[in-house]
């Protein structure tokens, strides 16, 4: 299975392991709620769906990589203590708290959740030492004599024997208490994460056109080749401070994180026919609406695509910072409702620390924390869920002046079809354009793709989807 499929399997599992009956108790007992183990190559974003199912599921998340532990630091240290049998006093030997224990509850207290996940990265590289310690951790969810505080569901995660030299095969004993999932580098799970990330575009418009580059691991006799998802996203911060502090990207920067010299040439290829457009439309023009087309004549498809993926880009990023507000401003309505306003600011201040929040979210999350703090709560939402609303429709239009320079400069071909067709894998286009309308989308996607009925059904079961309800 792919990432995504994954991510869906655990979520599911958790919120299974999380159900309660009519008196509060687990449906699940704690020693049948088999940790999610999940196994596949490096880089391919294991650790990062289980933070995301986290965040979407609105519970903790701790992750712990378990490779530097001792027995001693993951068990506890012992020390003697006193105790009276039988009226006789005996001297007994005890285990201090494991470090990982203890850890879980300081995330209780830091993150403000009773419940959360537990992630164990590279659990199949393990000593020999800890190895009995895993096994009572997997059954019955402790370290030594201390348990894993009730509601903190275990994940775990491991590479392949052929990726990593000190990969332990696991014995059937312990595959006996695990749920094994097997995951695969998947260009379209890629994509569908990359557009809801913030991947810089020119990443997306180049594996869009080469997703045999998106995993690569090759021994060749000149070294090991080795490129990955997580290469591509690391990559992708990087180029960002780059061009945010004007440095040119070159071959030096590319090559360090894409480590194979064919993809890594490739790519600084394909990056430099998209700065050149960028360059054309880098300024507020195109979406104020001041530019509104430019001759592409003489351009060819690569050169086309790469303006799309430019205009897709806009697009979501327009999206994106409404998006923020809404999610915001329905914070601040909540809060301000609240019977102690108090402990819903301190459980949004929990959530800005966490983060699981982009850094849209967290300027409008920041905005809201210190209007609730500095000033009555009620009317505080009140203004800002207004100015939610007008900042949303003045950002309507700003997409429609994409749309419509996309449609003038490309035409209604294959390049704007991709564009419009990118936009629908965005949550948070697609949530903005089902609370906000966008006009100019539908028509669009009606005559490039489904029709206007067909393009808003999609929206609905899409934002549907998105928000779990």
Known sequence: MNILEAKNEIKNTIRIYLAKDANGNYEIPVERQRPT??????????????????????????????THHTRQSAIGLPFISKKNFGGKEYSVTEYTMSEIVAEVYEAIEAQGKKEGILFIDEINCVSETLAPAMLELLQHKKFG???????????????????????????MVTL??????????????????????GVHSAIV?????????????????????????RSWEDLSYAIFEYEKLDIPVNMSLIGGYIQSSAIASEF????????????????????????????????????????SEIMRAKAVKIADKAMA???????????????????????????????ALSRYQKSEYRAVIEG??????????????????????SHVKKIENVLCFAEKSLGKGQELTSAVTSMLTSENFVGFIAKFGCPKFYE??????????????????????ASGK
């Not at 509601?151 to 990969?167: D, H, M, Q, R, Y």
Request: proline share 3%; with cysteine; aromatic share 8%.
């Open 176 to 197: 006996d208490r695990v749920r094994k999932l097997d995951v695969e580098p998947d260009y379209e799970a890629f994509k569908t994460y990359a557009l809801n990330s």
């Open 372 to 393: 609730l703090s500095a000033s009555d709560p009620r009317d505080f939402a009140a203004k800002y869920a207004a100015e939610c609303e007008e900042y949303g429709q």
């Open 205 to 229: 418009g180049f594996l869009s056109l080469n997703s045999n580059c998106l995993f690569t691991a090759e021994k060749k006799p000149e070294g090991l080749e080795l490129v990955t998802p």
């Open 444 to 465: 669009l996607n009606g005559e490039l793709l489904l029709g206007g009925d067909k393009a808003r059904e999609i929206a609905k079961r899409a934002i549907k989807t």
């Open 145 to 171: 004599t201390h348990k894993i505080p009730d509601g903190w569901i275990l994940t775990a995660a491991g590479n392949p024997e052929e990726f990593n030299k000190s990969v332990n095969e696991l014995d």
């Open 37 to 66: 183990l999940v196994i596949g190559a490096p880089g391919i974003g294991k650790t990062a769906i289980m933070s995301k199912i986290a965040a979407e599921l609105d519970i903790g998340f701790l992750g712990y990589t378990i």
């Open 268 to 307: 600084a290829g394909y990056y430099a026919i998209f700065r050149k457009f960028g360059a054309i439309v880098s300024g507020d023009e195109v979406e104020n609406g001041s530019l509104t087309d430019i001759d592409l004549s003489g351009s060819n498809f690569e050169e086309k695509f790469a303006l």
């Open 325 to 355: 507000k809404v999610e915001a401003a329905d914070a601040a309505l909540k809060a301000a409702g609240a019977e102690n306003v108090n402990v819903c600011v301190k459980e949004l201040l929990g959530k800005y620390k966490s983060g």
